[in-house]
């Protein structure tokens, strides 16, 4: 009898004789290429330094596409963006010291938004680890304890035979969910010793699947069974999973109302007759979730942002399907699925085969979106409201936008129809600056066939303003809209309603159309009544572009301080 694990791969004549005569001058960085483009990677992300160069030799000699940012951490969130439309993951390379740690920032968005990227990073030479005070140029006591915090997990090489293994093994991690950002790292001397191994071809690093235990899902199928009034909340991992046609698939069959979560975005249709929209940090949404008698909350851990900053009180039963354990009941007592996204509605939809009727769900969301349409036009918001308008107009379905922490942005998250799953991202998920301009160069790479939006405010702008040279010099298809108010919008909006006043939240504001054309990138100054029109031109012109728009935006009352 013969068993699976029995199974052997033999190689062809052809690999044989490859293997035996593998090409001079080749050393461990050329494995590592050759590990990831036999892994299926195509492109990688990163910058060159010193303890990196092996690597970066090596490309030459493979076929792998070379995309160089002017800073590590928009290299990362290039990479995260490119994981995130792809579902691949995204190779990251960098440098020692002060280069690894300077992606820092982008591995915790990436982590936070459960996107794929595989870091793979040069140290010392081994004779300097260890924890020794050897004066190595970067060195670190210790560089991976830096990572070990933010990031999925942690591979080491020390010699050039482990280089794949680790590699292919960090590929895997990445990619079983919840996805996730790894981190590779490999001494100098270790990239730069020659190697006479044979050319790494094909590697088996297929990820894990996780299935849910059919005992909860047939627990959780009788609760829905059973609901007065089911309701639902997507989070980001039902688009990380590519799940949004089941769900809606399981909305409709049970008819219960679902909110999409920031993170979520597109996972449900804007317009169903049972989708709740975005309104999460809206009362009326937070109690009509908590009037569920049976609450499905899937892909989200139900943290700050999806919970109204933590006022949300669910009196009905809850049911979380969450591929991270750490999230599963983390913020309220549940019946905790520990499972893929795909994989558990997938369960849920073959026991829920009957189709449950309730002539009064949809009516009961047209109610709250009432409501919150009145809350919002009760206040002065015409100027918002019409700028986001003006975006979803110009920007067609099918392209992809990435939005920075800005006014604008948190506006969005509530109220912008991102049409189609997987087309909306922003970086929510771990809250820092700089995010928008340079993942938006990371989506344009992944698909040059569409146009690419990126949204910041003037802030978050001089964060990644270097990208506009490698916008630039790849001739990318970017359109980068710049809100300038003149400074940290939110914070100053934020400090302002605490304090009475603001403090160290204004800026020197530059001429961004001018600085835009020094790069050799088109610019054109705005308003809120021209912003559809230079908007869409500028997404329909081939190649970068930036749009300037001067404007005080305000965001809308929040619901969860009273």
Do not use: C
Not at 455 to 463: E, I, M, P, R, T
Request: avoid cysteine.
């Amino acid at each position: 009898m013969t068993h699976d694990h029995d199974l052997v791969l033999r190689p062809t004549a052809a690999q044989t004789q490859a293997a035996l005569n593998p090409p001079p001058g080749r050393t461990g960085g050329d494995l590592v290429v050759e590990t990831l483009a036999g892994l299926g990677a195509t492109t990688v992300f990163g910058l060159p330094g010193q303890h990196a160069l092996g690597m970066f030799d090596a490309l030459r000699r493979s076929d792998l596409a070379y995309v160089g940012l002017r800073v590590e951490n928009n290299a990362g969130f290039a990479a995260d963006a490119y994981g995130r439309v792809t579902g691949e993951a995204a190779p990251l390379l960098l440098s020692t010291g002060p280069g690894a740690l300077t992606s820092l920032a982008a591995l915790q968005e990436a982590a936070a938004a459960s996107a794929p990227v595989l870091a793979i990073s040069s140290q010392v030479p081994r004779a300097g680890l260890g924890g020794g005070r050897h004066g190595y140029l970067h060195e670190l006591p210790d560089q991976q304890a830096s990572f070990r915090g933010v990031v999925k997990s942690v591979h080491t090489v020390r010699t050039p035979s482990q280089i794949p293994s680790a590699i292919a093994g960090a590929w895997e991690s990445a990619l079983t969910a919840p996805h996730g950002p790894v981190w590779v790292e490999i001494p100098q001397d270790v990239l730069l010793a020659a190697t006479d191994l044979p050319v790494v071809t094909a590697v088996d690093a297929a990820p894990h699947d996780l299935p849910p235990r059919p005992e909860l899902t047939a627990v959780a199928a009788d609760l829905l069974a059973k609901a007065e009034r089911p309701a639902i909340i997507a989070g980001g991992g039902v688009v990380r999973a590519d799940a949004s046609g089941k769900l809606r698939q399981l909305a409709e069959r049970l008819d219960a109302p679902v909110v999409t979560t920031f993170g979520g975005k597109g996972a449900f249709p804007w317009n169903h007759p049972l989708s709740l929209q975005s309104w999460l940090e809206d009362r009326h949404t937070t109690d009509f979730l908590e009037d569920a008698d049976v609450l499905l909350v899937v892909g989200s851990g139900l943290g700050e942002l999806s919970s109204n900053y933590h006022t949300f009180a669910p009196r009905g039963r809850v049911i979380q399907i969450e591929a991270d354990l750490g999230k599963l009941e983390s913020n309220h007592p549940a019946l905790g699925i520990h499972a893929d996204a795909r994989l558990a509605l997938s369960a849920l939809l073959e026991t829920l085969t009957e189709k449950r009727q309730d002539a009064t769900a949809a009516e009961r969301v047209r109610t709250v979106l009432g409501l919150v349409r009145e809350r919002i036009d009760a206040q002065d918001l015409a100027l918002e409201q019409r700028v986001l308008a003006a975006v979803r107009e110009a920007l067609p379905d099918r392209s992809p936008s990435f939005w920075d922490m800005t006014i604008l942005a948190y506006w969005a998250w509530s109220a912008f129809d991102a049409r189609r799953p997987n087309t909306m991202h922003s970086a929510q998920g771990a809250g820092g600056l700089g995010y928008a301009f340079p993942a938006a160069i990371g989506a344009a790479v992944a698909d040059p066939t569409q146009p690419v939006l990126a949204v910041s405010g003037d802030g978050g702008a001089l964060y990644s303003i270097a990208e506009l040279a490698t916008a630039r010099q790849h001739d990318l298809n970017v359109t980068w809209l710049i809100v300038d108010d003149g400074g940290y919008g939110i914070l100053r909006e934020y400090m302002t309603d605490t304090f009475g006043q603001a403090t160290a939240t204004e800026l020197t504001r530059p001429d961004y159309v001018a600085l835009a054309e020094s790069f050799g990138v088109p610019g054109v100054r705005t308003t809120a009544d021209t912003l559809a029109d230079d908007l869409a031109k500028a997404l329909a012109a081939p190649g970068p572009s930036v749009v300037v728009l001067p404007a005080l935006l305000r965001m809308f009352a929040p619901t969860h301080l009273g």
